[in-house]
């Protein structure tokens, strides 16, 4: 895949532009604040009563209502809840959707499951960083930045992607490298990625792992440590070199019982499960699952969440990592 790098976008591209960021949270922050850093001109949708006006105002931002941001800019970029956007857009954005507009977003999930069907005429395009937008943002002001996707669904204009690429550059994303995909290759890869390992399957060996030591009769405190709190120094290793780099710098027993062992674990039933968990997630069945769950009032998410707050690894938890707090 080709990577997009500083010299391929011109933040010029935007001179005049008037770019809508719709939400404040985490990556709406994030994003605002470095492409206004970089020079565009951002302005901020949010409900009246948000928390975020403040936040926004405080870092000189325009803040309107959805409706009114997105009447006034020439690029809406839609930041807030996925579960949220189909009805925020139906009634505060459509309305406002104008031939020659842009709407953007940072995840795929809402147009790739056509929860939004946008009219033809403007450009739909995507620009994703691939990291919370805490890092995003503390990577940006270190002068470097985290990498990204971009993906044109609709380009009405013929400058779609110039646009996508213009933004990912003030955001800082070309600084480290931009790929090109597609909506749906976003979509589903994140689904998956946060499903099968990265959120889903990495809690559960954490816990399962947890809950074998102390149900066998060894203290649970050892059991966090063990479990939960070295998985930190592990993914630094994995994350710096990768795989081969973490087997080089363990110890020689744990690289033989993790080589050994591993596959005992992760094997061809879990590689099954994955493919399934696929399967759900390319038909919309996931998606059709999450969507209803939010418009029922989230009751077995909530009640998920409870259960996990309420799990001995999170009482344990707060008692150890109170032991690495610094002492005034």
Same mark, same amino acid.
């Given at each position: 895949m080709k990577?997009?790098?500083?010299?391929?976008?011109?933040?010029?591209?935007?001179?005049?532009?008037?770019?809508?960021?719709?939400g404040y949270?985490?990556?709406?922050?994030?994003q605002a604040q470095c492409m206004k850093?970089?020079?565009?001109?951002?302005?901020?949708?949010?409900? %009246?009563? #948000? *928390?975020?006006? @403040?936040? $926004?105002?405080?870092?000189? +931002?325009?803040?309107? %209502?959805? #409706? *009114?941001?997105? @009447?006034? $800019?020439?690029?809406?970029? +839609?930041?807030?809840?996925?579960?949220?956007?189909?009805?925020?857009? $139906?009634?505060?954005?459509?309305?406002?959707?104008k031939e020659g507009k842009t709407l953007s977003f940072s995840h795929g999930f809402n147009i790739c499951y056509k929860f939004i069907k946008p009219p033809q005429g403007i450009d739909v395009i995507m620009i994703a960083p691939k990291s919370p937008g805490t890092e995003e943002r503390k990577r940006y002001l270190e002068g470097f930045g985290v990498p990204g996707l971009i993906a044109i669904k609709q380009d009405a204009s013929g400058n779609a992607k110039q646009t996508a690429l213009t933004m990912a550059k003030a955001i800082g994303l070309t600084r480290a490298g931009v790929l090109e995909c597609t909506f749906?290759?976003?979509?589903?890869?994140?689904?998956?990625?946060?499903?099968?390992?990265?959120?889903?399957?990495?809690a559960e060996l954490i816990k399962t792992g947890f809950e074998v030591l102390v149900e066998r009769g060894y203290p649970p405190e050892m059991a966090y440590f063990?479990?939960?709190?070295?998985?930190?120094?592990?993914?630094?290793?994995?994350?710096?070199?990768?795989?081969?780099?973490?087997?080089?710098?363990?110890?020689?027993?744990?690289?033989?019982?993790?080589?050994?062992r591993g596959g005992a674990i992760i094997g061809p039933d879990v590689k099954k499960k994955m493919e399934n968990l696929l399967d759900d997630i390319?038909?919309?069945?996931?998606?059709?699952?999450?969507?209803?769950?939010?418009?029922?009032?989230?009751?077995?998410?909530?009640?998920?969440?409870?259960?996990?707050?309420?799990?001995?690894?999170?009482?344990?938890?707060?008692?150890i990592r109170a032991l690495f707090k610094k002492k005034e």
């Open positions: 990577i997009y790098r500083e010299e391929d976008a011109d933040l010029k591209n935007l001179e005049g532009k008037t770019i809508a960021v719709i949270g985490a990556q709406g922050k994030a850093d970089s020079g565009l001109n951002v302005i901020i949708g949010l409900r %009246s009563e #948000s *928390e975020y006006v @403040k936040d $926004a105002k405080s870092y000189g +931002f325009e803040v309107l %209502s959805t #409706s *009114e941001a997105s @009447k006034k $800019a020439d690029i809406i970029h +839609f930041l807030i809840p996925d579960e949220k956007q189909a009805d925020v857009y $139906a009634k505060d954005i459509a309305p406002q959707m749906e290759q976003e979509t589903y890869e994140d689904l998956f990625g946060e499903q099968a390992v990265l959120c889903g399957g990495t063990e479990c939960l709190h070295e998985l930190k120094l592990i993914t630094d290793l994995i994350y710096e070199g990768g795989l081969e780099h973490m087997w080089k710098v363990v110890s020689n027993t744990a690289e033989y019982g993790g080589r050994t390319e038909s919309g069945k996931f998606a059709n699952e999450w969507i209803g769950e939010s418009r029922d009032g989230s009751k077995n998410f909530n009640k998920l969440r409870q259960e996990q707050d309420a799990h001995q690894i999170e009482t344990v938890g707060k008692e």
